[in-house]
């Protein structure tokens, strides 16, 4: 088995937080072992990684694969596994496919090679089915992933209620679309047990929701998208496209709030919602227009713009998104998968991304 040594960075281990310098020996598609720098048997190729962090690779909790671009796309953002849904079918990064967790009005199943049950973009059809849903999949240790959404108060509302809304004539969202969800779900995961994760939280009140149920001992985790915790409603003046996301971009308490929950654990991980939009879906009006975007690319550095510490970074990414789905990914120390993300973080860029021991992308430094 070919060898490969990064040589001179310093290793991120997400589970403690530790940052410390070390090379990182890969044998084949796994990590032999992580020595003193300078240690390594000679003889293996070397990558020189000095200045930079080497990382576990990234894992997305929400992307898209279809497409070479979106592939492409992903591997530029650090990211060497992706929850897909659709045809997911590409071998790098690797595709953890979702299966559908509701069919209809009913309850979905596990089909051929999926490990995940996800709702999508789809709130459960009702409490009842979530609590059946609960019930029968709670002792299987099946990761069910749920997007919270009463659409009864969504309607055909298209951003965040508040005075940007208002001042382009743009049909709101309130808050309670999402609160009033999250508020049902736990209520529900509370009477049942089980476990539970909540895709791409966005409000301040659905924060508070899952900081409470947290603090009681629930086993509740969620995470948000990297455009809710950089980005607020004004990117939606001028009708830029940009801000038709869903869910939708709501005003600046909001972002606020998820920033918060990134930083004191509230949310577990952070997911790109790589979702991009034919062309003929977005020649409409703002409102007419398909919902998405092209996003996995730029997750790491964004993320670092939020003044994170780096570790906490590292985990939103990794380690956090690992446990929600069950993956052996997340972890970076001797016999774990050679998906390694080497970053740095000071310009926050990824410079390398690793799948099975090979180099998958390269960065430009900037």
């Not at 679309?177 to 999250?182: C, P, S």
């Not at 062309?279 to 790491?300: K, Q």
């Not at 780096?310 to 998968?337: F, K, N, Q, Y």
């Amino acid at each position: 088995m070919s060898g490969l040594v990064l040589r001179g960075g310093a290793v991120v281990d997400p589970r403690t937080g530790a940052v410390e310098p070390r090379d990182v020996v890969v044998r084949g598609t796994r990590v032999e072992a992580l020595v003193a720098p300078g240690a390594a048997a000679p003889g293996a190729e070397a990558l020189d990684v000095s200045g930079l962090h080497v990382c576990p690779g990234f894992i997305d909790l929400r992307g898209s694969l279809d497409a070479d671009d979106d592939r492409l796309d992903a591997l530029a953002g650090g990211f060497t596994t992706v929850l897909a849904e659709g045809r997911a079918g590409a071998a790098v990064p690797r595709a953890v496919r979702c299966a559908s967790l509701f069919d209809g009005q009913g309850l979905g199943a596990l089909e051929a090679g999926t490990t995940v049950l996800s709702s999508g973009y789809q709130a459960p059809p009702s409490l009842g089915v979530l609590r059946r849903a609960l019930l029968y999949w709670r002792d299987t240790g099946v990761p069910l992933l749920v997007h919270a959404e009463d659409a009864s108060l969504t309607l055909r509302g298209v951003l965040g209620a508040g005075a940007t809304a208002a001042g382009l004539g743009l049909l709101p969202v309130p808050e309670a679309a999402e609160a009033a969800a999250v508020a049902g779900i736990i209520e529900v995961l509370e009477e049942c047990g089980g476990a539970l994760h909540l895709n791409h939280l966005s409000c301040a009140g659905s924060l508070r929701l899952v900081r409470e149920a947290k603090a009681r001992g629930l086993k509740l985790t969620a995470d948000a998208a990297i455009a809710h915790a950089c980005a607020d409603d004004t990117l939606a003046r001028g009708y830029a496209q940009a801000a038709r996301i869903w869910p939708p971009l709501r005003p600046a308490k909001h972002r606020a709030a998820v920033v918060e929950a990134l930083r004191d654990g509230t949310l577990d991980a952070v997911s790109s919602d790589h979702r991009p939009v034919q062309a003929v879906d977005r020649e409409h009006t703002f409102d007419a227009n398909a919902p998405g975007g092209r996003s996995a690319r730029d997750v790491f550095g964004r993320l670092c713009s939020l003044g994170l510490p780096l570790a906490r970074v590292i985990a939103l990414l990794t380690s956090g998104p690992a446990a929600i789905a069950r993956l052996e990914a997340g972890a970076l120390g001797a016999g774990a998968l050679a998906d390694l993300t080497v970053v740095d973080a000071a310009k926050g860029q990824v410079r390398y991304t690793l799948v099975n021991g090979m180099v998958h992308h390269r960065g430009q430094q900037a």
